[in-house]
């Protein structure tokens, strides 16, 4: 199929490793983690007491005191990032706001004021309900359009720790296929008591930092933001004389139909996402310079991964580093196949693989090169990134500069 | 928008609403225009006066042993049981069809709020003892779609989305795009949505329960959507062909008829129109409808988040062979929808 170039002239972010495109990239490219103590409530009880939280927040250095009041944490980090990716782009000058929309991956979002409500409840206490406004995740692609008065689609994809990848892939489909001239899209989401408890009870969490694919690693370290992607034609993006940073050269989101929490232990699934994801954007796995790994480092993600990198790129797949952002800026859930995205873009711009941070030895159940020792220079300009979630949901995206 | 340039041949579809399981006794209600909603304890609406669409008629067990309908979320029971019983009506196992290329895309409105508030309810009152880990999978919207594709084999695409009252409007949009970028042969879409007392009690503390939120019900929806070669190749019956979807996020203050004009075709001379979501008190909508019979499932079945997925199973099952309808769909502050079929 004969597909239009969606290029990305816009980049915005909000997370704990940097709440701009250019802190965020500093942080990236020097590995500066955002995994620390955890404030955003009491976590005392759990074994796990760290997460990549955004730090020293407040929302009146953003917004008015009647819109803060009505925007939950997440809508409030999506509205932020949004705005960065919109403004750097320009979009909203050039195009009719009817032809601008909104795709947003979400996952928890507003649950953080809903457990405020639902807690207060409890205790009998009268619980002010604009705390439940942002319990619905759509409630910030709302927001986001109404904050810059964007009148094209709106959409929510909510697949759970794919959701925004998919969000950046459906987005970048709706500018291919006409339906739109510019999209927003990317994801928006928030640490809660009810992701912060819930991993923990599956003790998939680490207590120290997150170690992907590094020898008794224990699971994963929450985080929360959001990143955003403005997209746009090619040819339409060079005639206004829009500065490009990449491009979304296609994608695959499929259902492994195996477990809702474990991975099909094989590979195959995954491995089936990715190279479907590159059959649609036309791209040989010779011409993949790195993967931005899902990596969450719980023990069987990481094997599993490693496992689906073989299958897909064979012999040359020691050629091909798979790397795993996440010990920096910690599992974002719904916003985190966005805010690798961004990372990607960053990199691929930079002209480096990101380092996979804090290695705790070599397991040999994870064979491949992840950048454990350092970023990298790479001049390769294409890369994925990957995206698994409960359910089974996986997204690849492909990226390039 | 542009119309969708791939044949979309509809080839099964599944009900579960507050009128029953099952398609018969969603045309009956259709049929005798008698709402099948019930009022709501006066214990939880706080007043007399409200009505809601329980699903009263779906037993779990009717469907599957106990023992595995304990694993689901009452959404991912309906999503479930209503994706098998399309599957059936399109005359479709996936498994011999060929599982990666039939997917599912589903609106889901309220799913994993109920676990949600369980898993949370057992950690505010009782501190981490109170945990309950096997609540948690269950949390997120897609479970149901996910279990659903789990159950059936359907290893294709599959996305949940979340979009208010347009929730299964904007899956049935992806699920049509995916069968027109050749991502899958078949695609599973629809909307699925539950209701539980507790929701009441919070509609009625955020002022919904007069609004909004106003006779809210709950159910499945299900369309089984296929290239039109790909139908006609299995032999398989074909109740209608979707045509062009039209779709706005918002209505922009001082130019709404321009949004308006987005979701609306000139040219489309519809004999049928559906009204999903509030679509019916949009006044910009309902100015411009052809003179023509409408279909509001609402009043009938109630209305929920993803119950557009009910109301395009009821304009199919209300659709003479020939006719032609638009499905106009619309959420408080947008996305609004125009969606063409001809029987």
Known sequence: ?401 | MKAVRTEIAITGIAAISSAGVGLDPLKETLRSGISALRPVPVDLAGEEGHVWGRAEGFKASDFMSPLKARKFDRCSLFAVVAAGMALKDAGLDPAAFGSSRVGIALGCGFGGIANSEDFLRGYLGKGTDGLVPMLFPNTVPNAPASNASIEHGLKGPNVTFVQRFCSAEAAFQMACRFLEEDRADIMLTGGVDELQPFMIEAFRKVGQLRRYAAGFSEGAGILVVEKGEVARKRGVRIRAMAGDIRSVGRLLPGREAEGIDRIFCPESKPQLVSLSGVAGEVKSILERLPNVPRLETGRLLGRSLAMGGLSLVSLLVSLSPGFSAVHYAASPEGPYYGIDFTA
């Open chain 1, 1 to 401: 199929m004969n597909r239009k170039r969606i290029a990305i002239t816009g980049r915005g972010i909000f997370c704990g490793a940097g709440k701009d495109i250019a802190t965020f990239s500093h942080n990236l490219l020097e590995g500066r983690s955002a995994i620390g103590p955890m404030d955003l409530f009491d976590v005392s009880p759990f074994p796990v007491r760290i997460a990549a939280q955004v730090r020293d927040y407040d929302p009146l250095s953003h917004f008015d005191r009647k819109v803060a009041a009505r925007l939950s944490r997440a809508d409030q980090f999506g509205v932020i990032a949004a705005g960065e990716a919109l403004q750097e782009s320009g979009v909203t000058k050039y195009y009719s706001p009817y032809d601008i929309g909104v795709s947003l991956g979400a996952g928890a979002a507003g649950m953080f004021q809903a457990e405020q409500w639902l807690s207060e409840t409890l205790l009998g206490k009268k619980a002010r309900p604009t705390l439940l406004r942002g319990i619905l995740p759509d409630r910030t692609s709302t927001a986001i359009a109404a904050q810059y008065g964007l009148g094209g689609y709106q959409g929510t994809i909510t697949t759970a720790c794919s959701s925004s990848s998919t969000a950046i892939g459906w987005g970048a489909d709706l500018v291919a296929s006409g339906r739109l001239k510019a999209i927003v899209c990317g994801g928006s989401d928030a640490i809660s008591l009810l992701t912060y408890a819930g991993f923990n009870s599956l003790r998939v969490v680490d207590p120290e930092p997150c170690a992907p694919f590094s020898l008794s690693r224990k699971g994963l370290s929450l985080g929360e933001g959001a990143a955003f992607l403005v997209l746009e034609e090619e040819e339409e993006a060079k005639r206004r004389g829009a500065k490009i940073y990449g491009y979304i050269l296609g994608y695959a989101a499929t259902g492994e139909a195996y477990h809702m929490t474990a991975p099909e232990p094989s590979g195959a699934e995954a491995a089936r996402v990715m190279n479907a994801a590159l059959e649609y954007a036309g791209i040989g796995t010779h011409e993949v310079g790195w993967v931005n790994a899902h990596g969450t480092a719980t023990p069987l993600n990481d094997v599993v991964e490693t496992k689906a990198m073989k299958q897909v790129f064979g012999e040359r797949v020691t050629d091909v580093p798979l790397v795993s952002t996440k010990a920096l800026t910690g599992h974002c859930l719904g916003s985190a196949g966005a805010i690798e995205a961004v990372a990607t873009v960053v990199a691929l711009n930079a002209g480096i693989i990101p380092q996979t941070l804090n290695f705790r030895g070599a397991d040999p159940e994870c064979y491949l090169d992840y950048c454990h020792d350092g970023k990298r220079a790479s001049s390769v300009p294409i890369a994925l990134s990957n995206s698994f979630a409960f359910g089974g949901n996986i997204t690849t995206l492909v990226v390039s500069r």
